[in-house]
């Protein structure tokens, strides 16, 4: 079966440490992978995504990178945190051809 | 701007009564889909309609879809407490990318 892990659940970070959020993908080939942040009480904002390895897209210009070193990993990166980047960071995938997305549990990341 | 907005923003009803959540969206579209998110949890998915559907059921769920006035709703009937969680509507914008574009949610209370 299909299932996604995203660790870890919480994380708190001092401002301008670097950050490294890891998603892996079990059952599936070549997925399309998500990376998405929702501020408190609010929807989903697309960050990255990616159709295949090495191949990622932004949606939105900020202070994250991502990548996708192997075929169901997907990595959320930053060098320097800020305070802004503070949020709940969800992965999720899709197999090729198919709508429905299936989310990790995601991360709460605190910026202090 | 959000591609999909919902309303109303929360909702508190008594187990045992319905619970109506509308979505709004400005794009065309391949796809409408409906999540549920537990607190600080991740997203689950619970149903896709497409765009040449006007209506769908699955279990207690029930979903519409006008193209024309470009909206949908998700009925809940029978609401339990175990039903208490917010609710996304998603949409898949018309082409091949795959990816969704979420409304803020409803935040749904059903009172024991």
């Known amino acids: 079966s299909q299932t996604i892990h995203q660790w870890p659940a919480t994380l708190v970070q001092p401002v301008g440490s670097p950050l490294s959020l890891e998603c892996t993908v079990e059952?599936?080939?070549?997925?399309?992978l998500y990376w998405y942040r929702q501020a408190a009480g609010r929807g989903l904002q697309l960050l990255f995504y990616?159709?295949?390895?090495?191949?990622i897209s932004s949606e939105v210009p900020q202070n994250l990178s991502a990548s996708r070193p192997q075929d169901r990993q997907f990595i959320l990166s930053s060098k320097k945190l800020l305070l802004s980047d503070s949020g709940f960071y969800l992965c999720?995938?899709?197999?090729?051809?198919?709508?429905?997305?299936?989310f990790g549990a995601g991360t709460r990341l605190s910026v202090l | 701007s959000q591609q999909g907005e919902e309303d109303p923003q929360a909702l508190s009803i008594q187990e045992g009564e319905n619970a109506t959540m509308n979505c709004s969206y400005k794009t065309s579209i391949n796809n409408l889909q409906w999540y549920r998110q537990n607190s600080g949890r991740g997203l689950v998915h619970l149903i896709l309609?497409?765009?040449?559907?006007r209506e769908k059921h699955s279990g207690r769920l029930r979903v519409t879809l006008d193209t024309s006035k470009k909206s949908s709703s998700l009925l809940i009937t029978a609401s339990r407490a175990a039903d208490t969680a917010s609710y996304f509507c998603?949409?898949?914008?018309?082409?091949?990318?795959?990816?969704?574009?979420f409304g803020q949610g409803t935040t749904l209370q059903v009172k024991p």
């Open positions: 998603a949409t898949e914008l018309s082409g091949n990318t795959g990816k969704l574009i």
């Open positions: 999720a995938f899709r197999d090729p051809g198919v709508s429905i997305q299936y």
């Open positions: 309609i497409r765009s040449n559907e």
């Open positions: 059952g599936t080939s070549n997925p399309n």
């Open positions: 990616s159709v295949g390895i090495g191949q």
